[in-house]
């Protein structure tokens, strides 16, 4: 994935897949680069925080759009466009945008901006493949030695995804996704797995080029998978536990 600093400007008059009108937002608090009431006296570090927590609001807002698909893939973006509506300045949208292109969300366009990035079917079976040949024999190993006790902490998490999944919200249910597998790898007690895992797990919800998205009777269906998982890890019923999460992963769920 091409990578750069080259600064956008707002996209030029072209032919070329005009940007449309994306509704992402920012919580009121993170408006702004800079805290409202700040004091005169306050120093840089404290400024830095700040900075900080706009730009991770930012970039939480654009993954929720890229979920969602109100981000299309193969339309450019411009950072002054997209801050314009998230009520934030260009930079931190800029920085956002640059997080994605590492992650391979986005592609840099020099001199207009960032065009999101269009994903194949084939893409997303490659991305599927790979999860499974690291998650599944973790998870198979964990039943081994995981007391039931543990297994039954991660309920809430199990009925996150389902109460997201009831509710049809995409990007809700895509964090409470990501949290109920990273919670089961984090029993593993390797931070390096679970941090690629999670970020191969992301990765594999951006949306198609072309193609449905999710509808809520799918989002149900693989909430469900969560929770009969995690029944057969709590009763320690191994044939069970390998038999569904190899389901799960077959769903790339």
Do not use: K
Request: a negative charge.
């Amino acid at each position: 994935m091409e990578q750069g600093t080259t600064r956008d400007g707002a996209a030029p008059h072209t032919a070329e897949r005009p940007e449309p009108h994306a509704t992402v937002r920012v919580p009121e608090q993170a408006r702004g680069e800079h805290t409202h009431g700040e004091t005169p006296g306050g120093t840089a570090p404290s400024r830095a925080v700040r900075r900080h927590s706009v730009r991770g609001q930012v970039l939480d807002a654009l993954r929720t759009a890229l979920v969602d698909g109100e981000l299309v893939p193969g339309r450019v973006y411009s950072a002054p466009a997209l801050g314009a509506r998230l009520g934030v300045s260009a930079t931190p949208v800029r920085e956002a945008m640059q997080q994605l292109a590492t992650e391979g969300a986005v592609e840099v366009v020099p001199n207009r901006g960032f065009r999101v990035a269009e994903r194949t079917p084939r893409e997303l079976a490659e991305l599927a493949e790979v999860r499974a040949l690291i998650e599944v024999p973790v998870v198979l190993r964990l039943a081994r030695t995981v007391p039931a006790a543990h297994w039954a902490a991660l309920r809430p998490l199990a009925e996150a995804t389902c109460a997201a999944a009831a509710r049809g919200d995409r990007a809700l249910y895509a964090e409470a996704d990501r949290a109920f597998h990273r919670a089961v790898l984090a029993l593993a007690g390797n931070e390096q797995l679970v941090a690629l895992a999670d970020d191969l797990h992301r990765r594999s919800q951006w949306p198609l080029v072309a193609g449905p998205a999710p509808r809520r009777a799918d989002l149900v269906a693989d909430a469900a998978e969560h929770t009969a998982l995690l029944d057969a890890l709590i009763a320690q019923d191994l044939p069970v536990v390998q038999a569904l999460v190899h389901e799960h992963f077959a769903g790339a769920g």
